[in-house]
């Protein structure tokens, strides 16, 4: 079996007084995509927010690489290797495609690092042929495929990515699915990916997690789960 990268350990978090995980508890593996899914308001945005450290943690304790990160800030976990992108994408549309690229470098220490144009654009060449077109002039999908390039350009171990087929066609969302499993299986990085459309999650999931009321209350490898099963989770 293969090593984790991340251990979450009874985490939970709030929104002041109003707590929205309770307990989570979950890990992925090395070069693997994990799904959390579950309805609408049951604390998935939340989790990844926590793990970023976008979000304060109430208790638990989060791991990445054998190592309490728990209270680490956002940036100082970017430049661990952890990358986020979140609902809605956040791109900078008054930039080009190529400066949106550009401040994923950030994550990195060395400052003389460079786009590794080659690896992105073989893997989004739209964003190749819009190099220079302004992020906010690009489609849904466009912007999605430009927003994890740039999470890319900083070299993570570990993406996480919040609902990365919300509002976008579906032939894009087929492209980006291809593009994770190929991150996960030839390059190792490992994907906590939460999402909501099943057709898109089975072909891409190693293994599941269900949460509802800020919890995890299922969980399974893809081989275990059937279309069946993972709809009724979905809809608890």
């Given at each position: 079996m293969s090593q984790s990268i991340l251990k979450i350990n009874s985490l939970s978090s709030a929104y002041g007084q109003s707590t929205i995980l309770w307990g989570t508890t979950l890990e992925v593996k090395k070069g693997t995509v994990t799904t959390v899914m579950g309805r609408n308001g049951v604390g998935k945005t939340t989790l990844?927010?926590?793990?970023m450290g976008l979000v304060p943690p109430k208790?638990?304790?989060?791991?990445?690489?054998?190592?309490?990160?728990?209270?680490?800030p956002a940036f100082k976990k970017s430049r661990m290797g952890i990358a986020y992108v979140p609902q809605g994408r956040e791109i900078i549309p008054k930039l080009t495609v190529y400066e949106n690229l550009k401040l994923g470098l950030e994550a990195?220490?060395?400052?003389?690092?460079?786009?590794?144009?080659?690896?992105?654009?073989?893997?989004?060449?739209?964003?190749?042929?819009?190099?220079n077109r302004l992020g906010g002039n690009l489609s849904g999908g466009q912007q999605q495929q430009l927003a994890i390039a740039r999470a890319l350009t900083g070299r993570p171990s570990l993406l996480l990515l919040d609902e990365p087929t919300e509002g976008i066609q579906p032939s894009?969302?087929?492209?980006?699915?291809?593009?994770?499993?190929?991150?996960?299986?030839?390059?190792?990085?490992?994907?906590?990916?939460?999402?909501?459309?099943?057709?898109?999650?089975?072909?891409?999931?190693?293994?599941?997690?269900?949460?509802?009321?800020?919890?995890?209350?299922?969980q399974g490898s893809a081989d275990e789960m059937s279309m069946e099963e993972l709809q009724n989770h979905i809809s608890l």
């Open positions: 990844l927010k926590t793990i208790s638990g304790m989060i791991e990445y690489k054998d190592e309490d990160v728990t209270n680490v990195l220490s060395d400052r003389k690092a460079k786009i590794p144009e080659d690896e992105i654009y073989a893997m989004f060449p739209i964003l190749k042929d819009f190099r894009i969302s087929q492209e980006i699915g291809h593009i994770l499993k190929k991150l996960a299986k030839e390059q190792g990085i490992s994907v906590l990916l939460v999402e909501q459309k099943i057709d898109f999650a089975r072909p891409v999931t190693d293994y599941f997690y269900f949460m509802n009321r800020g919890a995890v209350v299922s």
